[in-house]
């Protein structure tokens, strides 16, 4: 179900876009909020345009303190394969699993609210490495800024996936479902959409434009065109990936949600009852993985968290190699799909503009060495020689 909003909030919409003033966005952000009728179709929008305002009244803020020298960051810089938050309630045990399969000190207590500022770590997992970050603790109320929400709800957003950790002692039902809660709210997804729409507002005098990377679902092209005009947009790139209903396009338009990947780390399997809770959260938790374990007492920990994260990143790594010679030792690491053409243009655009073909060895080729185009998919362990 689209929203149906009044063609006045859609206008305040246009007028919420077309500023960077973070207090005018905020201004018109309620202003456009009063012309929302309250109903159940417009609930979740509603949420979402607060939890914007809200993230805006923090940067004001973090601005304001900047200039004064005190604002915390929680920004790291990214390393290795992927940079991989550990969320979770106080005193799951993330510190502890941080400190078990990487190469990081930090503090373990018994008493909460050990961890003040995220902690990174390497895991080392065959020939790559994952960057594991330890977040704060997560509390109810974190995606309006409750205990250092904002900062820890940005971490999550700048990661490529997350390890929602908890603890099954404890009633970890209601831990994930507060967890999830604050994450959607925040507009971060850990299952992957059906489809997504990227629109990229252009110069006056141009049309809409499609990009196809997908399909329309249970709508025609010319009803997104006119959903997008009565928000104003009418020249813009916009492209379809996977299944894409209307009401995916008109949450584009007020700005995409992220997707995170995740799987479930449910701790504490050792203490005595626990294990009662996990067919329950495996239940509720569906379609993520949930992994029961005990991090003191498990063995073989770095290889579980590091293949899991493999397949759930779908991490690839292609080995290159020069005519005549060797492949090269450390591997070009990507996540999700790679073509050779792709793999061309991340090693120089010359490699892309002058491409002759290249030659392949691994599960990608038919046989050893053979010839191939730009458009080739590539697999883990492929070893590919570029000829230009
Ligand atoms: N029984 C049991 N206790 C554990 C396990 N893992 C961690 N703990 C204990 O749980 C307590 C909290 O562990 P931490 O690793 O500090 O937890 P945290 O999530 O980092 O906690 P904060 O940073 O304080 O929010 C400590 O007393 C750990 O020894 C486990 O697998 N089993
Ligand atoms: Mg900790």
Redesign the pocket.
Known sequence: MVTNLPQEAKNKWYEVTLTKNPQEKIKLMQEFLSLVPKHKGTEKLCRQVKTQISELKDEIEKKKQMKKGTAPSYFIEKAGAAQIVIL??????????L?AVTNAE??????????RSPIPGMLQFMDLQFQLI?S??LIEGASQGRGGGFQILSLVRNSDGVIL?VDL?DDPIEQYMMIIDELEKARVMTVPPPGEVEIQKRGLGSEIQFIWDGKLVNCTQEEVISLLREYKIRSALVRIKGDVTLEIVEDAVFGNAAYRPTFIIA?????EGSSRWVEPLKEVAKPLEVVP??????ENLPETIGSRLFSLLQVKRIYTKEPGMEHSKIPVVVKGELTVGGLAKMIHSDFYTRFKYARIWGTSAKFPGEKVGLDRPLADGDVVELHV
């Not at 979770?88 to 699993?97: I, Q």
């Not at 701790?267 to 203490?271: E, F, I, R, T």
């Not at 374990?293 to 498990?298: E, T």
């Open positions: 979770g309630a106080t005193n799951v045990g993330r510190s502890s699993l400190k930090p503090e373990i207590a018994s008493y909460p609210y050990t961890t330890e704060p603790p950790m002692s701790n504490k399997l050792d203490v374990l005990s991090v003191k007492r498990f």
